[in-house]
């Protein structure tokens, strides 16, 4: 399942973040790609928020990764560093544990993510408009349809 | 009181002797850059084997250097994080074992409590103070009101300081870590190019993400227009305006509380441009800033830092003491 669609502002993405704070559970995959500056970061500091988590979400590139304790946990992750490495073992629990895993830069380890998840990404049109293609695999899918319209 | 201390947080395995938390007997620091600067940055895994690989030779070598045996060491003190999870956890188990092995207690330290208490090494600190916080992870404006008493008054939203330096580096193509050459090259040019207001007035709070897009903007239309961009002019740009936010939150931070001092610590504060706005900016209270040994990640902080805590709180923790990626200060 594949889909298209066009964001104009940060507030139209917060909106989008939220249809996608829908339809999370436990061991949720949710891979980002997009330029430096693409709103990678932004959406997943929406999407937290619909999650219900209350800390400050920033940037997790310094650390790789960064754990926001929830109903559901936050795994957040940017593996940007990790081009041309591949998966980090220390990381990978968390891929496959049971919270909910965001990765930025996801392509950079995707040789060890599974083939189920739900990839999006984003294009900068300019300064406030942005082209989200999103596509499921497997179970996420169905919700490609429930996040795109 | 002889406190051992260690740190393991980041790409750093140290241990270090310290007593009453001002006589740094022993400061050991085995570091990893050479070993991750071929990929741009730490790796969390190779991080984590490297402490395996280091870890008790630290200790010994702390051990032998401070003279002292281990049944003179009062106190344990371990950075519990934020940092790597795989790397800290190396260090809180190496800390809980030596603990627990000599009945000593122990004390988990946040990792920038030591980064605070680096500048007690180089003076007495005075209170009330303001700490501007500012590294690769953090950029965090911190108000204490006496010992081992934070108050976080604002921190970024977004990218870290540090990590905004790094990425503006990467878009004009001067490789990692980018940030010290943007600073170096922003001595060498003029604030020509106009950058957004990032003042978000009266919160404590920054973001760095905006500054960042715009310079990404502004590169991308430079580009797509066939005209050179003036990397050292664009530099000097984009640290007058970050610096200068930074600045101007710490003044206003140090009038609010009638601060007796300000400090900066973590690994930006040896940015030059940031220390000359300053200098020339802050001068009606005392300004410390670490020395530069005690600017990078160490064990002599969190011995320093351990010791306040545990003066401050009596409290020890035990052995389900674990390390954590994120935790707050307060
Ligand atoms: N429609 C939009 N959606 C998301 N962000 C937007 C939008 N319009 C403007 N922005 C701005 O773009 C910037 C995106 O930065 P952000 O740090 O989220 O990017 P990123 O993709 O995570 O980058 P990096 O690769 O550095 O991690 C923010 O300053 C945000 O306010
Ligand atoms: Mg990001």
Request: glycine share 8%; proline share 3%; hydrophobic share 40%.
């Amino acid at each position: 399942m594949f889909k298209e669609m066009v964001i104009n502002s940060v507030k139209e993405m917060d909106d989008f973040a939220k249809k996608v704070g829908k339809t999370v559970f436990p061991g949720y995959l949710l891979c980002l790609e997009g330029d430096l500056g693409a709103g990678k970061t932004t959406f997943t500091k929406f999407l937290g928020a619909s999650m219900g988590i209350t800390d400050m979400i920033n940037s997790p590139t310094f650390t790789i990764m960064k754990i926001y304790e929830g109903t559901l946990d936050l795994n957040h992750m940017d593996v940007y560093r990790l081009s041309g490495i591949g998966m980090d073992y220390d990381l990978e629990e968390y891929v496959y544990g049971d919270g909910v895993c965001v990765i930025e830069w996801y392509k950079n380890i995707i040789e060890s993510l599974p083939e189920e998840k739900l990839v999006i990404e984003i294009k900068i049109i300019d300064e406030f408009k942005r082209l989200l293609k999103i596509e499921g695999f497997g179970k996420y899918e169905e919700i490609v349809k429930k996040i795109s319209n | 009181m002889i406190i051992l201390s260690v740190e393991s947080s980041c790409d750093e395995t140290s241990v270090s002797i310290i007593r009453d938390g001002i006589n740094v007997l022993s400061n050991i620091v085995l570091s990893q850059i050479d070993i991750h600067k071929a990929y741009g940055g730490v790796v969390p895994e190779i991080a984590s084997r490297e402490h395996i690989k280091g870890i008790t030779m630290v200790f010994e070598k702390a051990l032998n250097i401070a003279n002292i045996k281990k049944d003179e060491i009062d106190l344990v003190a371990v950075t519990k994080g934020p940092g790597l999870i795989g790397s800290l956890l190396i260090g809180v188990n190496a800390a809980k074992a030596f603990a627990f092995s000599n009945d000593i207690d122990i004390v988990g330290v946040h990792h920038i409590a030591g980064h605070i208490y680096a500048n007690a090494l180089t003076k007495d600190l005075v209170f009330p103070l303001i700490c501007l916080v500012v590294s690769g992870g953090h950029t965090e404006l911190i108000l204490m009101k006496e010992h081992f008493d934070f108050r976080k008054l604002g921190e970024t939203m977004d990218d870290a300081v540090g990590e905004a330096y790094d990425k503006v580096a990467r878009t004009v193509g001067l490789g990692y870590p980018g940030g010290p050459l943007v600073d170096e090259l922003a001595f060498t040019g003029e604030p020509n190019y106009k950058m957004p207001d990032i003042s978000l007035g009266k919160t404590y709070n920054f973001s760095f993400s905006g500054i960042k897009s715009h310079v990404i903007n502004l590169v991308h239309n430079i580009k797509q227009r066939n005209e050179e961009i003036n990397i050292p002019d664009l530099c000097a740009s984009f640290q007058e305006t970050v610096s200068e936010v930074l600045v101007t939150k710490s003044i206003r931070a140090i009038e609010e509380y009638d601060a007796k001092m300000f400090m900066i610590a973590g690994g930006v504060a040896a940015n030059k441009g940031l220390r000359k706005k300053i200098d020339e900016r802050i001068n009606n209270v005392e300004v410390i800033v670490p020395e530069f040994k005690y600017c990078t990640d160490n064990a002599a902080m969190i011995g320093v830092a351990g010791y306040y805590q545990y003066l401050k709180t009596k409290k020890t923790d035990n052995m389900r003491l674990n390390g954590s990626s994120r935790i707050d200060l307060v």
